[in-house]
T-cell receptor, first 108, second 112 residues
C-alpha cells in the first residue's frame, strides 16, 4: 500500500462545478503539500499545510491530522484549472513522498 | 516563473553515457532538492542539500551523484545511463529545511 493515496485518479467536470480531490496518508508528517502540474510538465506549489485550512483565490485546502486526511477544493472551476494535482507529505522536513496525482479536466 | 532555473531543458543521450544536470535555486534559498518523475514510478525524491551539505537521501541510485556548490547552485550527475533513467528531473528550492518548495521547469532526459 502506498504511503500517500489520492482519489479520484481522474476527474472530469463542467465549468463552474465545485471540485474536491482527496488525499490520505499513513505516516506521521510534519507538513502536507498540494502541487499542480501543468500539461507542459511544470510544477507549481499550491499549498503547504500542517493544520487547519488555507485559502488562495478559488482554491481551498484542508487537513485533518488525526484522520490523516487532506482535501483540495476548487470553487467555480474553469478550463484553465485542468492539470494534474499532486498531494505530497513531508515526513522529516526534507523528503517529500508523493501521491500518484489526480488528472483533472474541466470542460467549457 | 518560480525563480528556479534548470539546464538543459532537454537532453538526449545514449546508454552508458554520463550527463550533468544543473540547477540554480531562487535567490536566498539554501535548500535544494532533486526529484525524478518517470512514467512508471511517478515523482520520487532523490536527494536534498542544505547550504552545501547533503541533508537527506532518497531513492537515488549509486550511479547518480549530486553536489551543491558554494554559490548554492547544484548539479546532478547521472552516469552509466540506462534506458530506464529516461525521465523528467526536477530541482526545487526552499528558503530553509521543510518550507514551501519552488520547482524548476525540469530537465527531460531521454536515453536511447
Amino acid at each position: 500500500k502506498n504511503e500517500v493515496e489520492q482519489s479520484p485518479q481522474n476527474l472530469t467536470a463542467q465549468e463552474g462545478e465545485f471540485i474536491t480531490i482527496n488525499c490520505s496518508y499513513s505516516v506521521g508528517i510534519s507538513a502536507l503539500h498540494w502541487l499542480q502540474q501543468h500539461p507542459g510538465g511544470g510544477i507549481v506549489s499550491l499549498f503547504m499545510l500542517s493544520s487547519g485550512k488555507k485559502k488562495h483565490g478559488r482554491l481551498i485546502a484542508t487537513i485533518n491530522i488525526q484522520e490523516k486526511h487532506s482535501s483540495l477544493h476548487i470553487t467555480a472551476s474553469h478550463p484553465r484549472d485542468s492539470a494534474v494535482y499532486i498531494c505530497a507529505v513531508d515526513t522529516s522536513g526534507s523528503r517529500l513522498t508523493f501521491g500518484e496525482g489526480t488528472q483533472l479536466t474541466v470542460n467549457p | 516563473d518560480s525563480g528556479v532555473t534548470q539546464t538543459p531543458k532537454h537532453l538526449i543521450t545514449a546508454t552508458g553515457q554520463r550527463v550533468t544536470l544543473r540547477c540554480s535555486p531562487r535567490s536566498g534559498d539554501l535548500s535544494v532538492y532533486w526529484y525524478q518523475q518517470s512514467l512508471d514510478q511517478g515523482l520520487q525524491f532523490l536527494i536534498q542539500y542544505y547550504n552545501g551539505e547533503e541533508r537527506a537521501k532518497g531513492n537515488i541510485l549509486e550511479r547518480f551523484s549530486a553536489q551543491q556548490f558554494p554559490d548554492l547552485h547544484s548539479e546532478l550527475n547521472l552516469s552509466s545511463l540506462e534506458l530506464g533513467d529516461s525521465a523528467l528531473y526536477f530541482c526545487a528550492s526552499s528558503v530553509d529545511i521543510g518550507g514551501t518548495q519552488y520547482f524548476g521547469p525540469g530537465t527531460r532526459l531521454l536515453v536511447l
